[in-house]
């Protein structure tokens, strides 16, 4: 197994906030949606290099769960790594901290699928890829 990427860092500002003084949901996502391009990146796979073959990869289902609420001034610290292949699709986790103090404040589970981008289908992961994103896997228990 290998280690948990840093794939995210920003602060929260005024802007991120809503009603009630904490960040709002819509950021959550869009760090972590910055944070899963970078970490197929890391990990060798870049988008340039998929579209270069004529595939692409599309999120089939995301799940955040929401831990601690990030307020103005707190600076984010995203974690991701790939945790499970499937056929035609690679499952990630995400995990964002509180960088000061180390607190979780919300995880998501991303399912990205292959995709044709001519046949508008998903495609099976290629062998050689699938060899890098097994070498790449890490453990849920580490941190």
């Known amino acids: 197994m290998k ?3 840093e794939t995210h860092r920003t602060v929260v500002f005024p802007w991120h906030c809503d009603h009630i003084g904490h960040m709002n949901v819509r950021w959550y996502s869009h760090f972590f949606d910055d944070a899963g391009f970078h970490l197929w990146a890391m990990k060798a796979v870049p988008q340039s290099s998929l579209h270069a073959r004529g595939q ?3 999120v089939a289902g995301n799940k955040i769960d929401f831990i601690h609420e990030m307020t103005v001034g707190d ?3 995203v974690y991701s790594g790939f945790i499970k292949l499937g056929q ?3 499952t990630s986790l995400s995990r964002m901290y509180q960088a000061e103090n180390g607190t979780l404040c ?3 589970e991303s399912v990205e699928v292959f995709f044709d981008p001519v046949a508008r289908k998903s ?3 290629p062998d050689d ?3 890098i994103l097994d070498g790449a896997l890490v453990s849920l ?3």
């Open 3 to 5: 280690e948990w990427c």
């Open 56 to 58: 692409s990869m599309v």
């Open 75 to 77: 600076l984010v610290v």
């Open 88 to 90: 035609r699709s690679v």
């Open 106 to 108: 919300a995880t998501l």
């Open 123 to 125: 495609a099976p992961m």
């Open 129 to 131: 890829i699938r060899q």
């Open 141 to 143: 228990d580490d941190d």
